[in-house]
């Protein structure tokens, strides 16, 4: 009695409908009104489909995000080794960041840096793969060092020393190919004009870098814009897998130049926030005291 009162009655178009109108038979009410039920289109026919938007996807993240590179020469021993495969990090240039000292980035050749390099021709395989991202570009003439200054910095070094940076000598056997020295030829104090930076190999014997281009545009340095992004993996092979973070020689205190004079200011900025709101208060109080009368 309850089921009737409740569908309205014990009519079969309100009584019966409970009874086979689940949600897992909703196509035969769909039938018996004479519509077809929407056949599921097969997985080939969706095949290009899915493929499409795998090589969309693919392009924006190698255009945004995330690039591949391989390693072409031994200019980076042992931290990377000819052949490796790392993926640079071409995102946060997006929101404005620039690169840091110690970081490993991959950069634009400014203009004679590769000129004597041979550029290997790939085949059509190789050029698709390249486009999307899949394969590193075999066309593009890249490079990858370690950014040693950036702009404001000042960087030397004598023969058979350490590369100084701001005055401080740099402890560099962290990343530095064993047996390498720092400097074979002095150079500098070389004062890095801003934004850009000096770039260095870890392997010094086998890297033509920043001391080798002094007599170039830029003097060796690096325009920020020239930079592709920051290496953050070194992703193949799998037994070379490893990420590439800032040696802590580059965090030591007083390595900034603009680091000295931040505690003097400190206290003056600090003093100014705090008399501000007393002076507000006191203009206020005033201006009503003068209303008042």
Request: some cysteine; overall charge negative; hydrophobic content about 40%.
């Amino acid at each position: 009695m309850t089921e009737e009162n409740n569908s309205g009655g014990s009519s079969p178009s309100g009584g019966d409908r409970p009874d086979h109108g689940d949600g897992a038979e909703g196509t035969d009410g769909a039938e018996g009104t004479g519509a077809r039920p929407r056949k599921q289109r097969s997985f080939w026919k969706e095949l290009p489909l899915l493929i499409g938007i795998a090589l969309i996807l693919a392009l924006l993240i190698k255009t945004f995000l995330v690039q591949a590179f391989s390693i072409p020469s031994e200019s980076m021993m042992n931290t990377l080794k000819k052949g490796d495969r790392v993926l640079v990090d071409k995102l946060t240039p997006w929101f404005g960041s620039e690169p840091e000292r110690g970081e490993v980035v991959v950069f634009h050749d400014p203009g004679g840096w590769l000129e004597t390099a041979e550029t290997p021709k790939p085949n059509a395989i190789q050029k698709f793969l390249s486009f999307i991202g899949l394969m590193p570009s075999a066309e593009e003439k890249d490079l990858i060092k370690r950014v040693i200054a950036v702009g404001g910095d000042t960087v030397s070094c004598k023969e058979g020393g350490k590369v100084v940076l701001n005055g401080k000598e740099l402890d560099e056997t962290a990343y530095l190919y064993p047996g390498s020295v720092p400097c074979q030829d002095s150079f500098g104090p070389i004062k890095v004009p801003q934004d850009r930076i000096w770039v260095m190999g870890d392997n010094r014997q086998n890297s033509l870098d920043s001391r080798f281009h002094q007599e170039l545009p830029g003097g060796g340095t690096i325009a920020n814009d020239q930079v592709v992004g920051r290496a953050v993996v070194v992703a193949w092979p799998l037994t070379r897998w490893a990420t590439l973070p800032v040696p802590d020689v580059f965090d030591q205190p007083g390595l900034n130049p603009a680091a000295a004079a931040a505690p003097a200011m400190a206290p003056a900025a600090a003093g100014l926030a705090g008399a501000l709101p007393l002076v507000l208060w006191r203009r206020r109080k005033r201006s009503t005291g003068h209303t008042a009368e």
